[in-house]
C-alpha cells in the first residue's frame, strides 16, 4: 500500500495556521553563539543556524515551522539554546539522509536504553518516533494539514498490514514499504516497555524488504544483581557490535567502547544536574516543551550525542542563570500545578498543559534512561548489561512504582498522569498498579489516560480535555 | 458599565448548547438548543436566547464563562473552564449537599467526586465509544421508532429486566434486533437497555467511589427510566432538584463566573 500523494487539484495550502517567525532582536545572540560541533567534526555557525531557521528551513519543512495553538516550537524565544536545539533537531533528516547516503548503519532500535553499542559500533541507532518523523517528511514542502495527514497514512498502512493496534510497529512497515532509504538493521532491545516490538519484528521477518534482524535479548524481573543474566545481556551486546560493526566496517575494541561510554554518562550527569536544579527552582525557569526536551538530551536520539551534549551544557548554563535571576518559563502561569507523567510513546501536549497552568516537571520514561551511570571499570560491556537491567522503567511494575512515587515526591509534582497508547498491551496493564503506589507513597491524586490512536493532531480535544480538567482539580487542591 | 450583576455560562456540548444567565445569584434566565455544526454560532445563539429569557442585554453581563467540548471555540467568553468543573460547581449550586455525580450528556458520561465547596476531588470518564451515553439512547430510540424522550417512561412499563450487552453500541443495537425479532416486549428490552449503560456507568465508580447525596446531571438525567435503572444498579439513591439536570454544566459555568469576576477575574479579555 502507498501513502497517497496529496497533489489536488484544488487543493490550497493551508493559511489558518501561521509560520514561526523568530524575532529580530535574539539574531544578535543566535550569531554569536559558539558553532555546534558535531561528531565527526564538522560545524555549524550561528549565522547558519539563523539562515536555516528563518529561510531554508520554513520553506523546506512547512509543516515543522507551523504555530498553532496546540502545536509548534516553543515561545520562549529568549531561551537561545531552545533556538539551537530546535535547528539541531529540525536538521536530522538532512543527517539521517546523509548517513544513508554514506552506508552507516542507520540501526533502527527501541526506545528507554543506552545507545553507546550502536555508536560504538559505528552506527546510528534511531528510534520509532524518528523513523516515523524521517518517513514524514521525506516529502517537503507540506502544510501542517498535510504533514498531519501523511503521518495518519503511514499509520494506516501498519494498521493494515499488521495490526488494528499497530503503534510503534507501523514504522516496520515504512522500512517494508521503502518510506525511507538508509535502515540497514534492524536490533531493538527486547525490553519490557512496549508490548508490540516482538509483535512487529516477527511481522519483519515476512516481508518482502529483508533487513539484518538482531533483537538483544533482555531477561525481565530485576536481574541486575544476577552474574548469569549481566552475562547474557554483555553476551547479548558482544553479538550486537560485532553485527553493526560488520556493516559499517569498523574496528571497535574495549577502548571505543569505553569511550563512548564516558561521553554518554557525561549527558546523563549533566541531565541529571539539570533535573535537580529544575525540580528545586523556586518558579520553574523553563515551559514544559522545553523543559522535557532539555531532559531528552540526556539520552537523545537525535543521531548525534556530541552536538547534543553541547545543547544539554548550554541549556544548563542557561537555566542556572534563570534560577538566579528568578525566571519564569515563558508561558507559565503563577504557581503552576506541577505534573510528573508516567508511560512510553505519548505525553500530554505541552501547549496545552501550559495554558491549563500546569508544567510538566519529568517523565519516568526519560528519566529511567538517565538515572544510572555506567561504571568505568572493569568489562564495558558487563557494566553496560548492569546498568541496562537496573533502569528503574525496566523493573518489576511495584518497583517502578515506588520508585516514581520518590521522582514525584524530589519533583514536587501536583500529581501523577499516566499516559498511554490504545493498544498497548503492556503500559496499559502497568498504569493501574504504578498509579496506586504512586497515591498511595507520594499522596498526590493520579489519572490514567488512554490515548486514541485514530486521531490527527488536531482531533485530540478529548485528550486534552482530560489533561486540563485535571490540573483544574489540582489547582482547587492546592489553594 | 451595566449596573445588573450578571453572568453568564455557556456550555456548548455534542448534542445540546446550553446557557445560563445568573443574576444577583439567582437565575434568570436560560436557554437550551440543538448543537449545530458552527461552535461559535451555537454559542452566541444560546447566549442571545437566554438573555431574551432574562430580558438582559450583552453589555449587562459582567463576565462570561464557556465550557464543553465547543469551549475551544468561544471567542465570546472571558474564560473557558472544563465541563466537569462546571458540572460540580453547577450540582454544588443546586444541592450543595451533593459528593456524587453522574453526568451523562450526548457524547460521553462522567463519574464525578466533589467535596463540600463543590470542588472536584476525582474523576472518570468514558468516551471514545457510544455505549453509555447519550447518544445510545438516540440509536435505541430509532431501533424503536419513538422519540428519545418516551424511552424513559417506557422502560418504567417493563415487567422484566432482559439483558442487553453494554459493550458496544452497534452490538447492543443487534442485540436489540434480535430481541423484537425474538417477539419480545419493547418495554423489557428498553429497561435492559438502560440497566445496560447504568452497567457501564457502574465500571467508572469502582474507580473513584460513590458518596451520598448523588446527583444526576446532562440531558440524560432527565430520562426516568435511566434514574430508575442508575438507582438498582449503582444502589443508591439520586437527589431531585427541581431545575433542568441538562442546564447544570451552564449553571456552574455562570457561577464560576461570577466568581472569578469577584476574584478580580480580567473582563477585558472577551473577543466577540
Known sequence: MAVQELELTNKKKSTKFSTVKFDENIKEKIEAAPDLVFRDGSRVSGSEMWRFMTTEGPKRYPNLFSKGKNHGFSDDAELISGFRRNYFNTTMYDRLNRFAAKGTPVVFIQGGQTHEPYYAAGGIPIRPGQVNGWATNSKENMDYDEADLRRLQIREIGRQALTVDACQTAKYEIIQNELVQGISIIAPYLCTRCSDIGYGVEAHRHGKVQLPLLPVDFPVNNQQNKPWAREYVAENLRRLVRKIAELSKVEVNDDVLWKEIKLHNEKRRLAREYLDLWWSAPVPPTNSQDHTAIAGLGNESSNDPVAAKQILEESLKEVKERIRNNVKGKNLSDDPVRLFICGSCVNPNPHVVDRAGGVVVGKDDGLSEIFYDVEETGDPYEQLAKTMLSFPYELPTEERGRWVAEQVKKSRADGMIFMYQWGCNFQSAAARLVADVVKKEAGVPTIIIERAMAESAQGQEQLHNRVEVFIEMLRQGKK | ?272
Do not use: W
Open chain 2, 1 to 272: 458599565m451595566s449596573k445588573i450583576n450578571a453572568f453568564a455560562g455557556v456550555d456548548v456540548g455534542s448534542l445540546g448548547t446550553k446557557a445560563v444567565i445568573l443574576v444577583n445569584g439567582e437565575i434568570a434566565g436560560s436557554s437550551l438548543i440543538r448543537t449545530g455544526i458552527n461552535s461559535v454560532e451555537n454559542g452566541l445563539e444560546s447566549l442571545e436566547k437566554a438573555l431574551d429569557s432574562a430580558n438582559l442585554k450583552k453589555e449587562d453581563l459582567k463576565y462570561i464563562v464557556g465550557t464543553g467540548y465547543g469551549r475551544i471555540s468561544a471567542p465570546y467568553a472571558n474564560k473557558t473552564i472544563t465541563e466537569i468543573t462546571c458540572h460540580a460547581k453547577g450540582a454544588h449550586y443546586l444541592h450543595p449537599a451533593t459528593r456524587t455525580i453522574i453526568d451523562m450528556g450526548g457524547q460521553d458520561c462522567k463519574a464525578i467526586r466533589v467535596d463540600e465547596e463543590g470542588n472536584v476531588v476525582d474523576f472518570a470518564m468514558n468516551d471514545k465509544c457510544a455505549a453509555g451515553t447519550g447518544r445510545f439512547l438516540e440509536v435505541m430510540a430509532n431501533v424503536f421508532k419513538v422519540d428519545i424522550s418516551e424511552l424513559g417512561p417506557l422502560a418504567l412499563k417493563a415487567t422484566q429486566v432482559l439483558p442487553v450487552s453494554s459493550t458496544c453500541t452497534v452490538f447492543a443495537e443487534s442485540e436489540t434486533v434480535s430481541l423484537l425479532a425474538r417477539g419480545e416486549k419493547p418495554e423489557d428490552i428498553i429497561i435492559g437497555v438502560h440497566h445496560a449503560i447504568a452497567n457501564r456507568i457502574k465500571g467508572l465508580f469502582s474507580r473513584v467511589g460513590i458518596q451520598s447525596d448523588v446527583f444526576f446531571s446532562g440531558g440524560v438525567a432527565k430520562n426516568t427510566g435511566m434514574r430508575k435503572a442508575l438507582e438498582e444498579v449503582l444502589e443508591v439513591r439520586i437527589a431531585n432538584p427541581k431545575n433542568d439536570p441538562q442546564l447544570v454544566g451552564a449553571i456552574g459555568a455562570a457561577v464560576s463566573a461570577q466568581k472569578l469576576y469577584e476574584k478580580g477575574g480580567n473582563v477585558n479579555q472577551r473577543s466577540a
